[in-house]
């Protein structure tokens, strides 16, 4: 299963990797660019809430939620004291609010976890009737050619401090299986964890062509935090799409 104990060290080994906080500067770009004031955000698989505690910072208001309890209990410690978010515990095969959202969010790849492309059309679908009219959905992917070429079949190991992983990587008819054995220290002992998680390659008109099946028109595609097209060897995609 995926982010169960994971949870515990995500944000340490995120952190390292990525700034949550130009990724919301970039969110807030493409607000600007796309000329869009949004008030009323839903964050899919927000995670341990990151991005959502900044977007609560600057007075947003938004509803986020999570496949994973555990992801959920680290960004509840969060964001429990911003009276601006709610957090609920939902699937984005079938998550339902019961109301619109002007803006619908999903960062750090977390759409590749859907591995079903009738999944995602659904997905896609719901994201659609949960928007409003001129509503903006805002999502990434890690690329084809990361998936497939970058982590592909190669094992990559992580040593420090009181953390050692082993990441072991098999990519099969467009799946990317991550095997991952953590060790962590706690006390002078290292406790032993593993984790199998699975994504899915996309590549990027398989993509834009279900966002125009369910309705998107105005679909823009960008080369990770940019405004530029995307690559031949982009490693993340942008998606923005316009109801
Ligand atoms: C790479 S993490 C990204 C988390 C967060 N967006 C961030 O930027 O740190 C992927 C997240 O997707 C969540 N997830 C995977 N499948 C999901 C689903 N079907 N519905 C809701 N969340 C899901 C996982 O639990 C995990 O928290």
Do not use: Q
């Amino acid at each position: 299963m995926a982010y169960n104990e994971f949870s515990l060290i995500y944000d340490k080994l995120m952190m390292k990797d990525i700034n949550y906080m130009n990724w919301y500067n970039y969110i807030k770009d493409i607000f600007n660019k796309f000329g869009k004031k949004p008030n009323n955000i839903l964050e899919m698989a927000c995670g341990t809430g990151n991005l959502t505690e900044i977007l609560a910072k600057e007075r947003y208001n938004i509803e986020c939620f999570d496949l994973s309890e555990e992801m959920l209990s680290i960004a509840y410690e969060k964001l429990r004291k911003y009276k601006n978010v709610s957090i609920r515990n939902m699937n984005m095969l079938n998550f339902n609010f019961n109301k619109k959202f002007d803006s619908i969010i999903s960062i750090c790849d977390s759409i590749n976890y859907i591995i079903n492309i009738e999944d995602l059309k659904k997905t896609f679908l719901n994201v659609y009737n949960h928007l409003d009219n001129e509503g903006i959905f805002i999502f990434d992917i890690n690329s084809y050619y990361k998936l497939s070429e970058v982590i592909g079949d190669n094992t990559f190991v992580h040593d420090e401090d009181d953390v050692f992983y082993t990441w072991e990587n098999e990519f099969k008819d467009n799946i990317s299986n991550f095997y991952l054995t953590f060790f962590i220290k706690e006390n002078d002992v290292y406790h032993r964890f593993n984790e199998f998680h699975r994504e899915r390659a996309f590549h990027i008109e398989e993509i834009v062509l279900l966002l125009k099946k369910v309705g998107f028109e105005k679909i823009s595609t960008f080369d990770g935090l940019s405004f530029e097209r995307p690559k031949e060897y982009s490693t993340r995609i942008n998606f923005v799409a316009i109801k």
